[in-house]
């Protein structure tokens, strides 16, 4: 790797709850730089979830969040001609990005209306510990349980 690695640039809290990982979210779900359209799915979605439930949107959404998250994962090593599935922990940041990526992708994939009800759903799904994204991390768990007998093998 040549010259010094890019600084984190620290990104300001979206417009209508002023939090960071909100923004971030936004972030992820935007295509092609359509940050307003990005962030009228989001906020359709949240406003489905308060109604819904009655409670905060923004309480659900970090349950949701962190019920996603996986702890750890495996990366393929090489070693002496043979490729592992080695099982690492996962650092704060990518473990936000791997729960969001999960819950959008498992949105996505669900049948029915707009963006923004299947959105709220999948939040919803996740805040309670079931739907796609929490089986995807149960399944990424037990890959990484499964290859424990590598764990040696981290650097």
């Not at 962030?39 to 406003?47: K, T």
């Not at 109604?51 to 949107?57: E, G, R, V």
């Amino acid at each position: 790797m040549r010259g010094k690695q890019a600084p984190k640039r620290d990104i300001e809290g979206d417009a209508k709850y002023n939090d960071k990982a909100i923004a971030k979210f936004i972030n992820y779900i935007m295509e092609r730089g359509k940050k307003s359209v990005a962030e009228r799915i989001v906020y359709d979605a949240f406003e489905i979830i308060k109604q819904k439930t009655k409670q905060d949107p923004r309480h659900i959404f970090n349950k949701a969040v962190k019920k996603v998250s996986p702890l750890v994962e495996v990366r393929g090593k090489r070693v002496g001609g043979a490729n592992y599935q080695v099982p690492f922990q996962v650092r704060g940041e990518r473990r936000y990005f791997l729960g969001c990526n999960w819950v959008i992708k498992a949105a996505l994939a669900r049948k029915g209306s707009g963006m923004a009800d299947k959105l709220a759903v999948e939040i919803l799904d996740a805040s309670n510990g079931e739907g796609a994204a929490v089986r995807k991390r149960e399944a990424v768990h037990k890959m990484a349980e499964s290859n424990k007998a590598f764990a040696h093998f981290s650097r």
